[in-house]
């Protein structure tokens, strides 16, 4: 289902980037809007970029572009589509993988503590502080890091690219809500397990409590957890448009609000394909990891 899945997808980008409000000839030719533009140079560069071509035409001029790795180049500054998000991809990379780690760790701590002490003080308080994480808007949470640990605690670089530390306050904007939902999840996740006849059969053979929920109810609710975590990964790997603009980290994300502000859409299609495929790729990476996690699914596709 991938073939098919990516081309309706590709269909989808390139229309996205045809419909588009603003004419990209003439934001070329004329950026500030305070220039007469002659109809000549007009059509010239209109050929140049093959805006003159049918629409089906230029589809498919782009299409096979695409599969030959040729994104086609920025209209605003000549350059190679692909080279610059080769350029920019490895600091969406470090941001994503950061802000993963994050939300593994304490995403499935908080959720392990609140179904561990279900109902408790414990399980309360977390229940309390991950509405809270859900309920915060990301573009404020960065502009109170800085506040706090820029301006007030001078601890940290105000933006750009200064080692580890310049991942530290962006990470912690793209997993905070998640960290949330990833609690949440995780707690009703072991709470349904819990519930069902192996755990009572487990209990019944002297295990006790923290044993039977790590080793058999954790275990077995990691199916919902490793599809959300997946998801969620994609989803950051195709950029984290409000941290990586906030703390101007020149990733992917960044690269795709710059080219919607300068109605760039070539690079607007080269960003929604590229965000796909990281989708689609990541599905058949969680439906492979569901053969290693449940052994259920290992035995039916042996027997089927």
């Known amino acids: 289902m991938l073939v098919p899945v990516l081309f309706g997808i590709s269909v989808l980008a390139f229309m996205l ?16 809007g305070t220039q007469i533009i002659d109809q000549k140079e007009y059509d010239i560069v209109r050929e140049r970029l093959g805006l003159d071509d049918p629409v089906p035409v230029q589809y498919v001029k782009w299409l096979k572009n695409a599969l030959t790795g040729e994104l086609g180049r920025s209209f605003f500054t000549n350059k190679e589509i692909k080279e610059q998000m080769a350029y920019r991809l490895p600091y969406t990379i470090r941001l994503a993988c950061f802000g993963m780690a994050l939300t593994v760790v304490f995403g ?63 990470g912690i904007t793209v997993a905070i809500s998640t960290i949330g939902v990833c609690a949440r999840l995780t707690r009703t996740s072991i709470l349904d397990e819990l519930g069902k006849q192996y755990v009572t059969v487990a209990s019944s053979k ?13 275990r077995n609710s990691l199916i919902p957890i490793t599809t959300f975590l ?11 448009t409000i941290a990586e603009v906030i703390f101007n980290i020149p990733g992917i994300g960044n690269y ?13 299609q080269a960003y929604v394909l590229f965000t796909a495929l990281v989708y689609v790729v990541m599905t ?19 027997i089927g």
């Not at 980037?17 to 500030?32: K, Q, R, T």
């Not at 997946?230 to 984290?240: D, K, P, R, V």
């Not at 795709?256 to 607007?268: C, E, G, L, P, T």
């Open 108 to 170: 499935l701590l908080f959720g392990i503590l609140m179904a561990m002490r279900r109902d408790g003080p414990v399980d309360h308080a977390l229940r309390f502080l991950t509405t809270l994480m859900l309920s915060v808007p990301g573009f404020w949470l960065a502009i109170l890091l800085i506040l706090v640990f820029v301006e007030k605690l001078h601890l940290l670089p105000t933006s750009g690219l200064n080692g580890f530390s310049s991942y530290i306050m962006p």
């Open 17 to 32: 980037g045809m419909a588009s409000p603003g004419d990209p000839v003439e934001a070329i030719l004329n950026p500030d």
């Open 230 to 240: 997946g998801n969620y990964f994609a989803g950051i790997l195709g950029g984290s």
């Open 256 to 268: 795709a609000i710059s080219a919607v502000k300068s109605r760039d859409y070539y690079v607007v």
């Open 206 to 218: 002297g295990l006790n409590a923290r044993k039977v929920t790590m080793r058999h109810a954790f």
């Open 284 to 302: 058949l990476v969680i439906d492979l990891l569901y053969l290693v996690i449940n052994p259920k699914i290992r035995a039916g596709e042996k």
